[in-house]
């Protein structure tokens, strides 16, 4: 398959690949995604756009990745389970592939009671190992679910997304494997605090081979506080800040809480950088956009390929 999209390229060339996120806005005004877009112009080699994260309604993944495509960007749209059937899951990926977007990171989403709609039907029609096998029979295979062919196959980049800190921490690496063998070509990890559980991690990995087989991208997010800090350390599921961070922040005077986290965001992806099998990194500075040029170019990182 040709390489498609610009994340695709710059990974396969062997250089070091930065992503960002934005978060579209909970309204129908397109100046918002430009307005955060226009931050990360030039720093970044792909944008993700989240879909209805936390299972709060937001604009479409899907119309705000064709904004930030407008502007220049290569969009990695998300795709979670929870809120079409897999009528609806094909239908989706066959109109971003037919408007030029390359790139989908397949997730099973937040649940509903999580989010602004509790009593919202979920629908979790297929999960997302099964999202992963979808997009890559549709890709490779040009068939949709049912076995029928594809006039017009799509051209997909495909990501998935993985916490190598949750619990049991043994099979993380397993579960990984098991969505590469789906067809995962690109993972993104949740956000890296405790650096030696993610080192421990990424030995797993290379001991099974799969960062030869997926370009894994290390979550990084900047701190803009020791509220920040305590608030995912204790209230965000899978979330792993070890105390010297939490303390480290405490001891910084309030004024300068931000700038440390940037320090430390900067500490971070220069620690994964060396790690074997590390194809980059996904900075999710969270309605933090302005400030991730300087992660960037603090981070040796600019400019991009």
């Known amino acids: 398959m040709s390489i498609g999209s610009n994340l695709e390229r710059v990974l396969k060339s062997g250089a070091f690949a930065v992503t960002s996120e934005c978060g579209p806005p909970r309204g129908a005004d397109p100046e918002v995604i430009r307005k955060k877009g226009a931050y990360l112009k030039g720093h970044v080699d792909a944008v993700n756009v989240t879909d209805n994260q936390t299972s709060v309604v937001r604009m479409s993944s899907f119309s705000s990745s064709l904004i930030l495509k407008e502007m220049g960007f290569d969009p990695v749209m998300q795709m979670v389970c929870r809120d079409r059937n897999r009528i609806a899951i094909q239908s989706d990926i ?11 990171l397949c997730l099973s989403g937040d649940h509903q009671t999580f989010g602004d709609h509790p009593t ?32 017009g196959r799509p051209d997909l980049f495909v ?36 650096i030696e559980k993610f080192e421990k991690w990424m030995e797993m990995v290379r001991d099974l081979g799969v960062h030869e087989k997926v370009y894994i991208l290390a979550g990084i997010t900047p701190m803009k506080s ?29 004024e300068k809480q931000a700038e440390e986290g940037i320090k430390i965001c900067v500490e971070t992806i220069e620690r994964v950088r060396k790690m074997k099998g590390v194809a980059g990194v996904h900075i999710m500075a969270i309605e933090w956009e302005s400030k991730v040029p300087e992660i960037v170019e603090a981070a040796g990182l600019y400019p991009r390929p």
Do not use: W
């Open 226 to 254: 020791i509220g920040m800090a305590r608030y995912m350390k204790n209230s965000v599921p899978g979330m792993d800040v070890p105390d010297e961070l939490i303390e480290r922040m405490k001891e910084t005077p309030k």
């Open 94 to 104: 066959l109109g971003a592939a037919a408007l030029g977007i390359k790139n989908i």
């Open 159 to 194: 990501g998935c997304a993985e916490n190598p800190f949750a619990d049991p921490f043994e099979i993380r690496a397993m579960r990984l494997a098991k969505k590469v063998k789906a067809g995962a070509q690109f993972v993104q990890t949740q956000s890296v605090f405790h």
């Open 120 to 151: 919202a039907k979920n629908v979790f029609d297929i999960d997302s190992m099964q999202l992963i096998q979808c997009v890559r029979q549709m890709t490779e295979e040009g068939k949709f679910l049912s076995g029928e062919e594809i006039e």
